[in-house]
């Protein structure tokens, strides 16, 4: 949105639970079906997780404006002019 915010799409993927084989053979060497190894799989966004996001909290109206101020307020002085008036027009 002119240069302001970006949309990205992100797929779920599953992470963890990865099953390797080693070439051994448990029921030979008398290894049971767990042997306490944590396998749970779990589904995530793929930029989220890359990126190590969290979740914001939810904001009503009064403390979404208290933030974003407070945001622009810090951000205002680390732009150069040309982009401070870009930042500012939109």
Same mark, same amino acid.
């Given at each position: 949105?002119?240069?302001?915010?970006?949309?990205?799409?992100g797929?779920w993927v599953v992470?963890g639970?990865m /099953?390797f084989? @080693? #070439?051994?053979? =448990?029921?030979a060497?008398? #290894? #049971?079906?767990d042997e306490?190894v944590? /396998?749970?799989? *779990?589904? *995530?966004?793929? @930029? %989220?997780?890359? !990126?190590? %996001?969290?979740? +914001? =909290?939810?904001?009503?109206?009064?403390?979404? *404006? &208290?933030? &974003?101020?407070?945001? @622009?307020k +810090?951000?205002? =002085?680390? %732009?150069d002019?040309?982009? %401070?008036?870009? !930042?500012k027009?939109?």
């Open positions: 949105e002119n240069g302001m915010l970006w949309e990205v799409e797929k992470k639970a /099953d084989d @080693i #070439g051994a053979n =448990p029921s060497e008398e #290894g #049971g079906e306490g944590d /396998d749970q799989a *779990v589904k *995530v966004v793929d @930029i %989220l997780d890359t !990126f190590r %996001l969290q979740e +914001q =909290p939810s904001f009503d109206k009064k403390q979404f *404006v &208290m933030f &974003m101020k407070r945001y @622009i +810090q951000l205002s =002085p680390k %732009l002019s040309e982009k %401070l008036e870009l !930042f027009k939109h």
